[in-house]
């Protein structure tokens, strides 16, 4: 199937499209890039599809679930979702597409990813690249996170001349630190990376509870309240935060979070899980093999001010949004998948010992042909 598909791709850098729905549950983003697998050439188009507040719960009630009518439900929700989004893009040569993850276990029952890529491939008629954490978890690795690659490559996109952090804040906090003097992400000491911990889904799940709201917007809510020192220092105290990268979480894996905070006000408890998550980075940035120059942060969480304020008050260098240098914070893993894609595409690993902890450099992901029975 792999021989297959780079019969059908272009030489050189192709335009692909990669689509990415996270733990915080809001949506679905697409974007496409312009690139060979190892260079990005150009940024494209991107779009973004929210969840309704009835399909968010429809794959909320799937968290946690291997199989069952829950999981049903929830994968009709992300295969619509996508569908309706990435038919509205033209110009794509294959499509990296993610799907929703509902349980995550890479030292027991694996990783789950839901929606079909053979069933987006068909609508679409594009190649697609999809499934692309259970290679990973099969060959002994976390199978998260998966977007140091194309972190490496935003690197030498931007010209760095010394290492850089890449932080994510999704539903959970993921960390890269990458080295651009390096000649490939899976060279040895070019990249580490690791989850850093909850980031925005704790605080997203206390809002949806307790005020029937998506988010704490610009971190409001948490800027008014007092953070609960006892709180963050029983979380810091996790055995996961003594484990050496690298490492990986499922959104709900302090599932204590939420008893912890409930006799709080709405303040003082989104202040507290606030308080979580940027503790939860600067323990992770003790683990970066050298100071990087920049943090650089993605994801919803940078959005916020008071997340974003106290992880400058905790770390030592400067940290900044990823469009102070000209990328993208929304779609930054979309068109992660959309260069893992290519990699994929090239016969190029995608993840490594020091990115997912397994035991050799591998390409992961399942390739579905238009036209070609699943």
């Known amino acids: 199937m792999g021989r297959g598909l780079r019969a059908v791709l272009s030489d050189g850098p192709v335009w692909a499209l990669g689509a990415m729905s996270g733990t915080s549950l809001d949506g679905v983003d697409a974007a496409m890039i312009r690139t060979d697998g ?3 050439e150009a940024f494209g188009e991107t779009r973004y599809r929210p969840y309704s507040g009835a399909e968010r719960e429809v794959l909320r009630a799937a968290l946690g679930h291997w199989s069952g009518p829950e999981v049903g439900r ?8 996508h569908a309706e989004l990435l038919t509205r893009f033209d110009g794509a040569e294959l499509v990296g597409f993610h799907g929703q993850t509902v349980a995550h276990d890479p030292r027991g029952r694996g990783t789950l990813q839901l929606g079909d890529g053979h069933v987006l491939s068909e609508l679409l008629a594009l190649p697609v690249v999809w499934d692309f954490r259970s290679t990973d978890v099969g060959m002994g690795g976390e199978g998260a996170p998966l977007a140091p690659f194309f972190h490496f490559a935003c690197a030498r996109w931007l010209g760095a001349r010394a290492p850089v952090a890449f932080l994510n804040l999704g539903g959970v906090g993921n960390l890269t630190w990458a080295d651009p003097r390096f000649d490939a992400p899976e060279a040895e ?23 029937g709201l998506g988010h704490d917007a ?29 490492k990986s979480l499922d959104r709900d894996s302090f599932a204590w979070l939420p008893d912890a905070v409930e006799s709080l006000s709405d303040a003082d408890a989104a202040a507290t899980l606030t308080a979580c998550a940027a503790a939860c980075v600067a323990e992770a940035m003790a683990h970066c093999p050298t100071p990087p120059a920049q943090l650089l942060v993605a994801g919803g969480g940078r959005l916020n001010p008071t997340l974003m304020a106290m992880i400058a008050a905790m770390v030592e260098c400067e940290v900044a949004a990823v469009e102070e240098v000209g990328l ?29 902890g397994v035991a050799a450099a591998i390409g992961g992901g399942t390739v579905s042909l238009p036209g070609v029975p699943a």
């Open 38 to 40: 190892t260079t990005i």
């Open 218 to 246: 610009d971190g409001v809510l948490a800027a008014e309240g007092e953070a609960d020192a006892g709180v963050v220092t029983r979380l810091l105290r996790e055995p996961y935060f003594r484990r050496m990268p690298p």
């Open 74 to 81: 929830a994968t009709e929700v992300v295969e619509t979702a």
């Open 328 to 356: 993208n914070g929304d779609m930054l893993e979309a068109q992660a998948f959309a260069h893992l894609a290519v990699r994929v595409a090239r016969g190029m690993p995608t993840s490594g010992p020091s990115t997912t």
């Open 189 to 211: 000491g070019a990249c580490l990376a690791f989850d850093t911990g909850p980031a925005n889904a704790p605080v997203n799940d206390l809002m949806q509870a307790r005020r």
